[in-house]
């Protein structure tokens, strides 16, 4: 399977434990997207890469939440201090750099109890 | 697995026949169209594109339409399956250059056997 894979699948964490998200895109893409789904609603963009770069990071994106990506290669996104709110599913995109077409991994459902 | 979208607008159609769902979108400057297919649990995935300078552009068994008067978009099934039971996002480029996308809010489509 040469899609975009998310590590884990899903997260339950007590309020105020910090959480790390993993997402390795397609192997050729330049381009990577957080984006973030609650229940009832679409995906809300929340940070964007270009190789190693964070070039934009939406409102949405508190100083609790920080998001690499090394090598330009995978990604993590890091929760800290979690609440209740957080609750949602993560999820991330890649592209290429010309066509904006973003293919989409499965999501990392968190729960925070 | 989680459920997607429980109070979303629900289109039900009988199998075989011809779905339309539709899209209003907000920004006049968006250059890029997409639509996706989310089930339940799953990441959203890619059903077709369009770009500002296009009306019309059709797949296999799926047509999407774009009115840029109104800010309307459609996306047509023709001989609806089970397996199209989903919901259905259209999501807009946010004409930042990023393609960062703005996702509507999504259709749940019921086939009926």
């Known amino acids: 399977d040469t899609g975009v894979s998310q590590d884990p699948r899903h997260k339950i964490t007590k309020r105020g434990q910090n959480v790390t998200f993993r997402c390795d895109p397609i192997s050729e893409h330049n381009r990577l997207y957080w984006y973030r789904q609650t229940l009832g609603q679409g995906p809300e963009f929340l940070t964007y890469?270009?190789?190693?770069?964070?070039?934009?990071k939406s409102r949405l994106l508190s100083d609790r939440f920080s998001a690499e990506r090394p090598k330009g290669s995978f990604s993590t996104l890091e929760i800290q201090r979690t609440e209740q709110g957080d609750s949602a599913m993560y999820l991330c995109?890649?592209?290429?750099?010309?066509?904006?077409?973003?293919?989409f991994g499965p999501g990392t459902r968190l729960t925070v109890l | 697995g989680e459920s997607v979208g429980l109070h979303l607008p629900t289109l039900s159609v009988q199998e075989g026949d011809n779905s339309i769902i539709n899209c209003a979108y907000s920004?006049?400057?968006?250059?890029?169209f997409i639509w996706y297919k989310q089930e339940s649990g799953k990441g959203p995935q890619f059903i077709i594109d369009?770009?500002?300078?296009?009306d019309k552009r059709q797949g296999q068994r799926v047509t999407v339409l774009l009115n840029k008067t109104v800010k309307h978009l459609s996306l047509q099934i023709a001989a609806t399956q089970p397996g199209d039971s989903a919901v259905y996002f259209c999501?807009?480029?946010?004409?930042?250059?990023?393609?960062?996308?703005?996702f509507g809010t999504g259709t749940r489509l019921k086939v009926l056997a």
């Open positions: 999501a807009e480029d946010d004409s930042s250059g990023t393609y960062k996308y703005i």
């Open positions: 920004n006049s400057a968006s250059d890029y």
């Open positions: 890469f270009q190789n190693e770069a964070q070039l934009e």
């Open positions: 995109a890649s592209s290429l750099a010309g066509p904006p077409k973003q293919f």
């Open positions: 369009i770009r500002s300078n296009m």
